[in-house]
């Protein structure tokens, strides 16, 4: 997904694609995360967690390979598969975590979203370099390497390690449960927040006057910065008794981010080093939450499944919405305000989710539902 911004521009020239088609385009991974991560507690429960992850490795590969083929279609077909794999392997994180790391979740998930992070910044500033020396289709084929790395080491770890399998829970209490609709709004808004940013970071800072590699590199800094916070964030949310401090602590940096790219663009790296930080924080946040407000592997899978089908179709919004209102207005003043206004609900929801508060403790009423 990281390798795509970078690019956009060339993309729209290449195959003539809107603004419009392209926010479609880097949103069509997050809305994969949503429709399909109901399918991976049922695949965990039949294969095991190790095995499940396997074999969403397998879309992934095609997908990444085959969305350099160089054609619109091609593009398209080949995001939407890698985003299915994706989608899977997702929801299937804090299950296993659960299941065998359980008194050291934090850690964990730490070095899980670090590793994510470190992921997408490879992929953000090595884009634009790959580009000029082998071309848009060669700079996106390239990332099908790791992918392939990942099936060959999750295989060995399938193969010798004993699966862990998820219970079959009440998926229909959870959508009657007041902590897990807040769990699942918090992670839904973060990742909006987050993926408008993936998407359009970079051409915000070209049309604000940085070249394309420097805009690559600042992409790349969205993504590694985050490193320090998701390594943070986990340990220090298993540790505390609720985790409400941190969630406010969190979007406080998105916020003063997003106010600093509005009131002194100039000043981008400074805006978007705190941007990396408040983000990585968040999507760490929201992962360690999935895992404490589930009582058992089982419920975590579950848990993690709601929050990011619905999360993630709520954040696939984010980037279609930033590149409508950016043809809409003609700039990027009036996306930029809109993504700051969303740091209010994020923190509303961010302290009900951080409560101690387990899954299975409270109910929706018709008061809620009103």
């Given at each position: 997904?990281?390798?795509?911004?970078?690019?956009?521009?060339?993309?729209?020239?290449?195959?003539?694609?809107?603004?419009?088609?392209?926010?479609?385009?880097?949103?069509?991974?997050?809305?994969?995360?949503?429709?399909?991560?109901?399918a991976?507690?049922?695949?965990?429960?039949?294969?095991?967690g190790?095995?499940?992850?396997?074999?969403?490795?397998?879309?992934?590969?095609?997908?990444?390979?085959?969305?350099a083929?160089?054609?619109?279609?091609?593009?398209?077909?080949?995001?939407?598969?890698?985003?299915?794999g994706?989608a899977?392997?997702?929801v299937?994180?804090?299950?296993v975590?659960?299941?065998?790391f359980?008194?050291?979740?934090?850690?964990?998930?730490?070095?899980?979203?670090?590793?994510?992070?470190?992921?997408?910044?490879?992929?953000?500033?090595?884009?634009?370099?790959?580009?000029?020396?082998?071309?848009?289709?060669?700079?996106?084929?390239?990332w099908?390497?790791?992918?392939a790395v990942?099936l060959?080491?999750?295989?060995?770890?399938?193969?010798?390690?004993?699966a862990?399998?998820?219970?079959?829970?009440?998926?229909r209490?959870?959508l009657?449960?007041?902590?897990?609709?807040?769990?699942?709004?918090?992670?839904?808004?973060?990742?909006l927040?987050?993926?408008?940013?993936?998407?359009?970071?970079?051409?915000i800072?070209?049309?604000?006057?940085?070249?394309?590699?420097?805009?690559?590199?600042l992409?790349?800094?969205y993504?590694?910065?985050g490193?320090?916070?998701?390594?943070?964030?986990?340990?220090?949310a298993?540790?505390?008794?609720d985790?409400?401090?941190?969630?406010?602590?969190?979007?406080?940096?998105?916020?003063?981010?997003l106010?600093?790219?509005?009131?002194?663009?100039?000043?981008?790296?400074?805006?978007?080093?705190?941007?990396?930080?408040?983000?990585g924080?968040?999507?760490a946040?929201?992962?360690t939450?999935?895992?404490?407000?589930?009582?058992?592997?089982?419920r975590?899978a579950?848990?993690?499944?709601?929050?990011?089908?619905?999360g993630?179709?709520?954040?696939?919004?984010?980037?279609?919405?930033?590149?409508?209102?950016?043809d809409?207005?003609?700039g990027?003043?009036?996306?930029?305000?809109?993504?700051?206004?969303?740091?209010?609900?994020l923190?509303?929801?961010?302290?009900?989710?951080?409560r101690n508060?387990?899954?299975?403790?409270?109910?929706?009423?018709?008061?809620?539902?009103?």
């Amino acid at each position: 997904m990281a390798s795509v911004p970078p690019l956009v521009e060339e993309l729209q020239r290449e195959l003539g694609l809107s603004a419009t088609a392209a926010g479609v385009l880097t949103a069509a991974p997050v809305l994969c995360f949503g429709l399909l991560a109901p399918a991976a507690p049922p695949l965990a429960r039949k294969l095991g967690g190790e095995r499940a992850l396997l074999l969403a490795l397998l879309p992934v590969l095609i997908g990444v390979a085959g969305r350099a083929a160089g054609s619109t279609f091609a593009l398209f077909a080949g995001t939407i598969l890698a985003g299915a794999g994706v989608a899977i392997a997702n929801v299937l994180v804090p299950s296993v975590v659960k299941g065998r790391f359980d008194r050291g979740t934090g850690l964990v998930t730490g070095l899980y979203v670090a590793a994510l992070t470190g992921g997408a910044a490879l992929a953000a500033g090595l884009t634009v370099p790959l580009d000029d020396a082998l071309g848009w289709q060669g700079a996106l084929a390239v990332w099908a390497v790791p992918a392939a790395v990942a099936l060959f080491v999750v295989g060995l770890g399938a193969r010798r390690r004993t699966a862990v399998r998820a219970q079959a829970a009440d998926v229909r209490g959870l959508l009657r449960d007041r902590v897990a609709w807040q769990v699942t709004l918090y992670m839904g808004l973060q990742a909006l927040v987050f993926y408008a940013g993936l998407a359009w970071l970079p051409s915000i800072l070209r049309d604000g006057g940085f070249s394309a590699g420097t805009a690559g590199t600042l992409l790349a800094v969205y993504a590694l910065g985050g490193i320090p916070t998701s390594l943070v964030v986990p340990v220090a949310a298993a540790r505390l008794a609720d985790q409400r401090l941190l969630a406010l602590g969190v979007t406080a940096l998105e916020a003063t981010a997003l106010l600093g790219l509005l009131a002194a663009p100039s000043a981008a790296v400074a805006w978007v080093t705190l941007f990396a930080l408040g983000q990585g924080g968040a999507i760490a946040l929201a992962l360690t939450l999935m895992v404490l407000r589930a009582p058992d592997p089982g419920r975590a899978a579950e848990l993690s499944g709601m929050a990011q089908t619905l999360g993630y179709s709520l954040a696939a919004l984010g980037p279609v919405a930033v590149g409508a209102l950016h043809d809409w207005s003609d700039g990027w003043r009036v996306p930029l305000t809109a993504l700051l206004a969303l740091t209010v609900p994020l923190s509303a929801v961010g302290v009900a989710a951080g409560r101690n508060l387990p899954v299975g403790s409270t109910r929706l009423t018709l008061a809620d539902a009103g």
